[in-house]
């Protein structure tokens, strides 16, 4: 007997609009799997980047779903309303920075597992990334691996119909130029991404955290960032 | 040097205004802890029991936030819209009922989580229960376990600041009577709970899998529902 057609397996991919998450949908894409997009609205101060992950899901001709959750009510962030976005450089000894949402991919993974479930799906796709990351605890492998051990036992896929669901993170040891790289191969239109934490109107600011990181990544894969920029040459 | 009052420790408890819920939070304040109680508005068809939960909360003096997150969008559960609640027994060998969430309980700790971190809180407590249950995979010890897993990588608290924050879970291995018998002991006014997955107006069915399991624990404790009935004598 020869195999199934595991490459035609459904995946649920974690879609922010971002440049990782475009990255990550076009690997699972890459791989052949039946995509559903899952953005999630947590009360950002910003909903362009909802709108970026719109189009990024439709030119992939996947289903898109947003399911919106509050965590404005938690508090705690820059990112959903508490303090400003800094514009300058963060130093790495300064720790995780304010813009740290709590608990957001334990958050988002949660959501993305039930919708799993109720999609038939063996795979939950994250772009999470270990290397130029902001130092937010839960984008390390760890983390990864710990919530894999969630998945194993939280849901009924898992428990009693004997399914399996695996977390894929194509993106977790890749630096931010080696992800454009990638993304480039796989033809990802990054000028529909956007990576800002403070946009100004639908343009990225260019000098957050996010902006730094990622035109730093174009620069070292010798690209230049084709996303709309506030600021003429950031 | 003595150690701190670590009776005074900070919890977020998880209150969705149910008989467990309700017990929960009484079992954290007789430790002693500062209790916050966090409710979840997750799409259920009825808010009646987030009323509950206001009261309850209220009553006990403890701070109370409600995050909004719209599970509905995830569909697959008679809890949020998909499918009627059966007023049926659900035979055990049926397995997982309709009335299932998925990755519920997952959600709702990843939100107590986030909560926890920002509120300097050690413990999140949640009212889940193995033995008078209904066949839920994520009401289980190796759940539980699994997601102390990821509370102990997830967060700024855990990975930068040394914090530990621990889950606690009172009624894990207690009977649904030896759970209001411990209620009963603590002052929980069980006239203000509402367990019921359908209620009719502000009233429990008397009926569904979650009054049926609530009216046994009752009986079996020689104890008489002091909870309002749509149905005289159910």
């Excluded at 995946?11 to 894409?29: F, H, P």
């Excluded at 991919?105 to 799993?116: E, I, M, R, W």
């Excluded at 934490?197 to 230049?224: E, K, M, S």
Aim: aromatic fraction near 4%.
């Amino acid at each position: 007997m020869t195999p199934g057609p595991i490459d035609q397996a459904r995946a649920i991919v974690l879609l922010s609009g971002g440049l990782d998450s475009a990255t990550c949908l076009a690997a699972a894409r890459s791989e052949g799997r039946q995509c559903t997009a899952l953005s999630v609205s947590y009360g950002q101060r910003h909903e362009v980047e909802l709108d970026a992950a719109r189009a990024l899901a439709a030119e992939a001709g996947a289903e898109h779903v947003i399911i919106s959750v509050d965590l404005g009510a938690i508090g705690g962030s820059a990112l959903t309303g508490d303090g400003a976005v800094p514009h300058e450089p963060t130093a790495p000894e300064s720790g995780i920075p304010i813009t740290y949402v709590p608990a957001r991919n334990t958050v988002l993974l949660s959501l993305a597992l039930g919708l799993a479930e109720v999609r038939d799906a063996s795979e939950v796709w994250i772009g999470v990334n270990a290397v130029d990351y902001s130092g937010y605890p839960d984008c390390r492998p760890e983390f990864i691996a710990a919530f894999q051990g969630v998945v194993d036992v939280a849901t009924r896929a898992t428990a009693a119909e004997g399914r399996h669901i695996t977390l894929r993170t194509p993106l977790l040891n890749l630096s931010k130029a080696e992800i454009i790289s990638l993304g480039v191969r796989l033809g990802v239109d990054y000028g529909r991404t956007l990576s800002c934490y403070d946009p100004i109107a639908d343009r990225a600011c260019g000098t957050c955290d996010a902006c730094r990181i990622r035109l730093a990544g174009f620069a070292d894969a010798g690209l230049t960032d084709p996303a709309p920029y506030a600021t003429p040459n950031p």
